[in-house]
């Protein structure tokens, strides 16, 4: 048996560690997001996921007719093959009226302060702005207002533009 470390260290071996630079109007760049790339595999799908939530209007014992998920008879019978999710798994049977109302039914028993959701999954393409211009590093620079860090109380209070006496 692998010591727990060892483990956790096998698996992290592959991750591509990323830093995101910014290049400031004096040329200086400034970090504004570090990350890990996981994969580089081109087939891989970005998924956005929307969750769809329901009130029981009318329950009865394993039937219940939800509200305020959908807004038109239409939306209903486009999204009835779509399992719905509770503390008991549902499904929809058939829209009521024109305004959204639907009739579903329920491995369990429903109660009022239950709410139904829905997942609905999207995939979504990412934007492409490749720029094959990669400009050259800038030497770093120390900043001349950050030099006073290490001095007295008193030194601080002097060299600080921002303190000025209250009116």
Not at 6 to 23: E, T
Not at 94 to 122: A, R
């Amino acid at each position: 048996m692998w010591p727990w470390w060892r483990q956790y260290m096998a698996q992290s071996h592959f991750l591509l560690h990323l830093c995101c630079f910014s290049k400031n109007s004096n040329g200086m760049h400034s970090l504004i997001a570090t990350g890990y790339l996981l994969s580089v595999d081109p087939d891989r799908m970005v998924i956005k996921r929307v969750v769809l939530s329901g009130h029981p209007f009318k329950i009865f014992t394993k039937m219940a007719v939800l509200h305020y998920m959908f807004f038109s008879r239409e939306d209903v019978l486009r999204f009835k093959p779509v399992k719905l999710r509770t503390k008991a798994a549902g499904d929809i049977k058939e829209p009521l009226g024109t305004h959204g109302h639907m009739k579903c039914s329920f491995d369990g028993k429903l109660k009022s302060q239950d709410t139904v959701l829905m997942n609905l999954y999207k995939r979504v393409f990412p934007k492409w702005t490749y720029d094959p211009y990669v400009p050259d590093p800038v030497p770093w620079m120390k900043k001349p207002h950050l030099n006073f860090i290490l001095c007295d109380c008193e030194d601080i209070i002097n060299k600080v533009p921002y303190n000025r006496p209250l009116v």
